[in-house]
């Protein structure tokens, strides 16, 4: 149980372009989602709160313009990357917390290539 | 605002000997702390967690940690080394009623055959 599933798990785009990653949790529900970054041998940095039917909640210094988040149903969230740069090139992790849990699950990871 | 320290960014241990990676929390609340494990190119996988319920917790693949509250500590070990344990270890820490995570910067262990 508490499955999560990222797609695509590997994308590669050229500059200027949007990128669209998917969050599924598969059997259960997630109130909550949470985007994450993380950098070559770096931790993880969070960079935005999603929850279900209503704005995401972006941490400080993460522009929101440029990482689009939609969380459409207890069960999908999305991350768009619009305009896409080089410098958004890096490994962006999702995360689900089940409903009335304390756990976050977290998905495989999508490598974003920005050429 | 809470915090985790994960002392040692590279440990190697040699297979079968004991494996002990230190992670110690800065909260001004009882927090709720997990371990998570990262192979390359995945995502995390949740090892074990203290919820506030038996100080030792045991997790998946043989792995435990103790809370000590006296040492602010949450140290991760495993008896036996073995080269699937191979991997990078993060430490996180939760405030109850806050739902985010934070992360230590993560300790890559290395398995000497």
């Known amino acids: 149980g508490a499955v999560v599933s990222q797609h695509p798990s590997r994308v590669i785009c050229k500059s200027g372009t949007s990128v669209k990653i998917e969050c599924r949790s598969l059997?259960?529900?997630?109130?909550?989602m949470f985007w994450y970054r993380q950098f070559p041998k770096q931790s993880l940095m969070l960079m935005a709160t999603?929850?279900?039917?209503?704005?995401?909640?972006?941490e400080q210094g993460v522009e929101k313009d440029k990482f689009l988040i939609n969380h459409a149903s207890l069960t999908l969230s999305t991350l768009t990357v619009t305009s896409a740069h080089p410098e958004d090139s890096s490994f962006y992790i999702c995360?689900?917390?089940?409903?009335?849990?304390?756990?976050?699950?977290f998905g495989p990871g999508t490598r974003l290539t920005v050429l | 605002a809470q915090s985790v320290t994960q002392l040692g960014s590279h440990v190697s241990v040699s297979e079968g000997a004991l494996v002990l990676l230190r992670c110690n929390y800065s909260?001004?609340?009882?927090?709720?702390l997990f371990w998570y494990v990262q192979y390359p190119n995945q995502g995390l996988q949740l090892l074990l967690k203290?919820?506030?319920?038996?100080?030792l917790v045991k997790g998946i693949n043989g792995f435990e940690a103790e809370f000590k509250k006296s040492e602010t500590s949450f140290h991760l070990t495993k008896p036996s080394a073995h080269m699937s344990d191979a991997a990078e270890y993060f430490c996180?820490?939760?405030?109850?009623?806050?739902?985010?995570?934070?992360f230590g910067t993560g300790t890559r262990l290395t398995i000497i055959p």
């Open positions: 995360s689900a917390l089940p409903r009335g849990t304390d756990t976050q699950y």
């Open positions: 059997d259960f529900q997630a109130t909550t």
């Open positions: 999603s929850n279900e039917g209503s704005k995401a909640t972006y």
């Open positions: 909260s001004s609340v009882p927090p709720y």
């Open positions: 203290y919820t506030s319920a038996a100080t």
């Open positions: 996180a820490v939760r405030n109850f009623g806050n739902e985010k995570l934070t």
